[in-house]
T-cell receptor, first 110, second 113 residues
Framework: GEDVEQSLFLSVREGDSSVINCTYTDSSSTYLYWYKQEPGAGLQLLTYIFSNMDMKQDQRLTVLLNKKDKHLSLRIADTQTGDSAIYFC??????????FGQGTELSVKP | NAGVTQTPKFQVLKTGQSMTLQCAQDMNHEYMSWYRQDPGMGLRLIHY???????DQGEVPNGYNVSRSTTEDFPLRLLSAAPSQTSVYFC????????????FGPGTRLTVT
């Protein structure tokens, strides 16, 4: 079945770049997403990439997609303490449902 | 727009009790869904609805019922609460199942003792 995998934790220093990685199994995914969850809050869409794209840049965020390896990454440039949160990778399957990874908890130290 | 609202924010139940988690959206979205979030497991889909009067099961439907009598509301019912249902529950909505952005509510933290 469909599966999305992420590492659980990442710690970086303020000002460094953060790279959060994700692998997925469903090669028919149409969109792949990154959601952000701040403590005590719901999920908020950060960015998404259509499956026929390799890269998408949006201010400090860069999404890279390697379809051959089914690997998705999110790079946050100049990471700030306000970026501390849990980041979820997700794919949408042919039925339109979202399949989420376990979430990566990003800790940014001053 | 209030977006997606959920009530209550917190709830403690005893094993065997029943309750309904409320979810409402004011964006006229056709697609609504319920997820549960457990540590280290991401979000798992419980039930979803593609429009008023239509519901279907997700990945983990056992122990939960839903109905969709209006476009705005999508309540989740726990029939007989069990400790395994201790979780954070999120409701989400989008224009269609294939719309790239789903809007999430703030969540309900449920503890079953």
């Amino acid at each position: 079945g469909e599966d999305v995998e992420q590492s659980l934790f990442l710690s970086v220093r303020e000002g460094d770049s953060s790279v959060i990685n994700c692998t997925y199994t469903d090669s028919s995914s149409t969109y792949l997403y990154w959601y952000k969850q701040e403590p005590g809050a719901g999920l908020q869409l950060l960015t998404y990439i259509f499956s026929n794209m390799d890269m998408k840049q949006d201010q400090r965020l860069t999404v890279l997609l390697n379809k051959k390896d089914k690997h998705l990454s999110l790079r946050i440039a100049d990471t700030q303490t306000g970026d501390s949160a849990i980041y979820f990778c997700a794919e949408s399957n042919q039925g339109g449902k979202l399949i989420f990874g376990q979430g990566t908890e990003l800790s940014v130290k001053p | 727009n209030a977006g997606v609202t959920q009530t209550p924010k917190f709830q403690v139940l005893k094993t065997g009790q029943s309750m309904t988690l409320q979810c409402a959206q004011d964006m006229n979205h056709e697609y609504m869904s319920w997820y549960r979030q457990d540590p280290g497991m991401g979000l798992r889909l419980i039930h979803y609805s593609v429009g008023a009067g239509i519901t279907d099961q997700g990945e983990v439907p056992n122990g939960y019922n839903v109905s969709r009598s209006t476009t705005e509301d999508f309540p989740l019912r726990l029939l007989s609460a069990a400790p395994s249902q201790t979780s954070v529950y999120f409701c989400a909505s989008s224009e269609t199942p294939f719309t790239y952005e789903q809007y999430f509510g703030p969540g309900t933290r449920l503890t079953v003792t």
